[in-house]
Nanobody
Framework: QVQLVESGGGLVQAGGSLRLSCVAS????????MGWYRQAPGKQRDLVAA???????TYVDSVKGRFTISRDNAKNTVYLQMNRLKFEDTAVYYC???????????????WGQGTQVTVSS
């Protein structure tokens, strides 16, 4: 069984910073990529940033230069450092991992429960 647990969300003023963490635990054999998505009220869930096991990263245009995704493969953990936060960054942030668990023959998407990020203007 696999679990993704996020932490680090909260309330911050515009211009401030937050750091999100997500730990994947359980019967994990390999993690191909990990990423962060967000969903604002009434909107769809969209990719914010993703990172491969080799360290290649991708970002949505609206966060480039402000957010940094990083990963500790030994700890099955992914981070999202969010700087110069804006009101429009307010959303529930979800961790995602594409991983292969022991006993499985295919990679599968797993999701965390989400963590609220609220930026006050």
């Amino acid at each position: 069984q696999v679990q993704l647990v996020e932490s680090g969300g909260g309330l911050v003023q515009a211009g401030g910073s937050l750091r999100l963490s997500c730990v994947a635990s359980g019967t994990i054999f390999s993690i191909r990529y990990m990423g962060w998505y967000r969903q604002a009220p009434g909107k769809q869930r969209d990719l914010v940033a993703a990172i491969t096991s080799g360290g290649s990263t991708t970002y949505v245009d609206s966060v480039k230069g402000r957010f940094t995704i990083s990963r500790d493969n030994a700890k099955n953990t992914v981070y999202l450092q969010m700087n110069r936060l804006k009101f429009e960054d307010t959303a529930v942030y979800y961790c995602n991992a594409d991983l292969l668990s022991y006993g499985s023959t295919r990679y599968t998407d797993y999701w965390g429960q989400g963590t609220q990020v609220t930026v006050s203007s």
